[in-house]
């Protein structure tokens, strides 16, 4: 079953390894700027690291918006095939994640290859931010971040027959999961 | 020896009077010998004062900025953000650094220099725009008055980028605050010695950069497994995820127990509440998200959020242990959520809260003690631990209101204005001191005087090593380890590197030497590193004694000699004067200086060229 790399942006603290280690696969230099992967930080409303790396789509509209067919879904990877492709970056400003990068000294696109399936990103992340997961156990960290959320939650309010009620729950403590 | 790799041998000066920006070439000897960040630094502000006939007003146009990451900023290995800015401070008149961490000193290396120099004084308020090779001044009046963070924002927005760092002044900065600080991605300082008056007497709001080159480096995979080896290091240590999740604040506990924590203006050395302003409550109650420096697996920052109470709704990057220690039990806040919102304000005003908490801790025992009268503070009464009126002040000093206006000139003048404030105030050759007492450990008190900034501990921090060997120490062990530590720690800020991970993890300062190799292909041992950095420091120390310090400067605040901590650990110690006189002795003897503190004249000679 393909995997899918995915992004849990809660965990992610904005050090920006993912970039370094992905520029260095990929070209073999230390140009954060080169990286198929890029954090976006926003702050202060709202506060948030947001590593931005190709979903590899089933339905790519970069692929659809290719004017040479030069990129193809294979095996859950959109593979972006070097000799097809024109550069005329369609598929940059077509992305509707902004995943697709461009850079001066570069002839083609930088689009996340997924390491052929090994992604450096995901092994070095300090903070498990990114992670390799199966595609039926995607939204997991979600569900179980989502489940956090109720433990430290202290009450609930609800309605019952037009009366205003309120359950307590108890702190689960500190577990890490 | 040529240096094969890791800079880009280019300099950039930019001209605010004239509004030119010239690139100029940087010789091989000088890049061999002064390494970069704080090594250039010194030698261009060195260059500058022989200029100007060692006469330089720290607010005048003739003063010389310099903004210097180093070789190893930006390449992969652990927390490799760091950058410097230089110049003479307004704070002691002498030479003056301090370094910042986030992202800011790696897109300035990525526009393809290894220093930024910047004189002058533009015409209105403006904005220095590094875009890869372009430098642009770019006048924008209408960010005056505004925030550090609002700021920020205006000037991406204006300029069309979200990728660009942003390295801002607020308020405190534009009206010549003397502990003004450089603030960058939302929450990083440069926060000592007053860079950001500096910036602000220049007429020079903020300076963007935005750069794409490779960064040079000699050898990438030798780097790489170099590297990879330090961060499993850091990840299998056992306290890594402790410095993940606290960072820094795990710090107010271990001081706390040692009695090295500052609280009510360091009239004591332990809290009683301390527990209401740790790591762990910030934990439970106010951490949102981890924020680490480039390439940083520690993430020692955090991201807190208060959730309820009159605060609510601050975020605030950080806060660490200096600014929860001066902001909150030197001022006998016990609130937590004040001292964030505290340290958000300093935040958006741009001001130091080192010197921030440390003189309004002053003020407050100044007017508890009768020196300062009520008509002194505007008719504000002031306590420990009123929050609200801590908090107008510190907007009262960024806005030089009333009082504001005298504290906001530093220690020096509050000092001039009221003689007995002098017995109050902390602070070394002008500067603030930070928040770790030196009453329990001499070394620590030798670190604060010996430091060419003033009272910080960046330079050399003992006391730990003390608390927990040093009952033994020798005099001859208190000065090597000063001096040790005055080579070693300001080399990370020459590389251009956090030293976290070797003070606080253990990581092995050799594979900072190894770093270098792998960086710029050339074979240096720490050892020479470590000369280097001595080198520097002799060049500071230069600086200072031509701008008229001397051996009556290496001294200590007058609470240090005759005022011990009440309570704790260390309740009764205080450091003998003639004591330190002999340790100060033999610590000039150790660096090659005469006895009144002055390097020999040979040393000048190694500055020409």
């Given amino acids: ?177 | 020896m040529s240096i094969k790799s890791g800079y880009f041998k280019k300099s950039l000066h930019v001209d605010l009077t004239k509004g030119s920006a010239d690139r100029r070439a940087l010789p091989d000897s000088f890049i061999e010998k002064y390494v970069g960040g704080r090594g250039f630094g010194a030698r261009l502000v060195w260059d500058n004062l022989k200029k100007h006939n060692y006469k330089i007003d720290p607010l005048g146009q003739e003063n010389l900025v310099v903004v210097a990451p180093g070789p190893l900023t930006g390449v992969y290995l652990p927390s490799s953000g760091k950058s410097s800015f230089i110049a003479i401070s307004p704070a002691t008149g002498l030479y003056g650094d301090s370094s910042m961490g986030g992202g800011f000193g790696v897109d300035l290396r990525q526009t393809g220099i290894d220093v930024l120099s910047i004189i002058g004084k533009a015409p209105e308020l403006s904005v220095l725009f590094i875009d890869n090779g372009e430098a642009t001044i770019i006048p924008m009046p209408k960010l005056k008055g505004k925030s550090c963070l609002k700021a920020e924002g205006i000037i991406r927005e204006h300029l069309d980028t979200r990728t660009a760092h942003v390295a801002t002044i607020g308020p405190a900065g534009e009206n010549m605050v003397k502990f003004a600080c450089v603030n960058a991605d939302w929450g990083r300082n440069a926060g000592r010695t007053g860079i950001g008056a500096i910036m602000g007497s220049k007429n020079l709001k903020a300076i963007v950069v935005r750069g794409h080159q490779d960064l040079p480096v000699y050898d990438v995979n030798g780097l790489m497994v170099e590297s990879d080896k330090a961060y499993t290091y850091l990840k299998e240590h056992k306290y890594f995820r402790m410095w993940q999740q606290e960072g820094l604040m795990n710090v107010i506990e271990y001081a706390n127990e040692k009695g090295i924590l500052p609280s009510y203006n360091f009239k004591d050395s332990v809290f009683a509440r301390h527990e209401q302003i740790n790591g762990a409550t910030m934990l439970a109650d106010y951490k949102i998200g981890d924020s680490a420096c480039f390439s940083c697996s520690m993430c020692c920052s955090n991201i807190c959020l208060v959730k309820n109470g009159k605060y609510t709704g601050t975020v605030v990057e950080g806060p660490e242990y200096e600014s929860c220690a001066m902001l909150g039990s030197n001022l006998g806040i016990d609130n937590f959520a004040a001292v964030l919102s505290a340290n958000r304000l300093c935040d958006e005003l741009g001001i130091d809260t080192i010197s921030t908490g440390n003189l309004v801790g002053a003020v407050i025992e100044g007017y508890e003690k009768g020196i300062l009268a009520l008509s002194d503070l505007d008719g504000n009464d002031i306590t420990w631990g009123d929050e609200d009126a801590i908090l107008e002040l510190i907007s009262k000093i960024a806005n030089r209101q009333g009082i504001g206006d005298i504290i906001a000139d530093g220690s020096r003048r509050i000092i001039e204005k009221w003689p007995e404030m002098d017995k109050i105030i902390l602070q070394v050759k002008g500067l603030e001191q930070s928040a770790y007492d030196s009453r329990a450990g001499s070394s620590m008190a030798l670190a604060y005087a010996t430091s060419d900034i003033g009272a910080h501990h960046t330079r050399a921090w003992t006391i730990a090593k003390e608390m927990e060997e040093g009952q033994d120490w020798s005099d001859e062990d208190k000065t090597e380890t000063v001096i040790y530590h005055q080579k070693l720690r300001p080399l990370f800020d020459m590389l251009g590197v956090c030293r976290l991970p070797w003070i606080e993890l253990g990581l092995n300062e050799r594979h900072y030497a190894n770093f270098y190799k792998y960086v710029t292909g050339n074979e240096v041992s720490l050892e020479q590193l470590l000369e280097l950095s001595n080198d520097i420091y002799d060049l500071t120390r230069l600086i200072n004694t031509r701008l008229g310090m001397s051996r009556k400067d290496d001294s200590l605040p007058y609470k240090v000699w005759a005022n011990p901590p009440l309570t704790g650990p260390n309740a009764g110690k205080v450091i003998d004067r003639d004591y330190f006189q002999k340790l100060l002795s033999l610590y000039y003897q150790k660096r090659g200086w005469d006895e009144n503190g002055i390097p020999q004249a040979r040393l000048e000679n190694k500055f020409e060229d």
């Fill in chain 1, 1 to 177: 079953m393909p995997k899918k790399l995915t992004v849990i942006p809660e965990q992610c603290s904005g050090c920006r390894i993912c970039e370094l280690v992905c520029a260095i696969k990929h070209f073999g230099v230390n140009n954060p700027k080169k990286a198929a992967i890029r954090v976006v930080n926003t702050y202060p409303h709202p506060v948030m690291r947001m590593p931005i790396v190709c979903s590899q789509c089933k339905v790519p509209l970069c692929a659809k918006v290719c004017p040479t067919d030069a990129l193809r879904w294979v095996e859950g990877i959109v593979h972006l095939d070097k000799e097809d492709c024109i550069s005329c970056y369609k598929c940059v400003e077509a992305c509707p994640f902004g995943a697709i990068y461009a850079h001066e000294d570069c002839d083609l696109p930088i689009k996340c290859d997924m390491c052929g399936g090994d992604p450096e990103c995901v092994k070095q992340c300090p903070l498990g931010a990114l992670r390799l997961i199966p595609e039926d156990a995607l939204g997991e960290p979600k569900r179980v971040n989502n489940i956090l959320s109720y433990t430290q939650m202290k009450e609930i309010e609800f309605y019952e027959k037009g009366e205003k009620k309120t359950i307590h729950y108890a702190e689960i403590g500190e577990e890490e999961l």
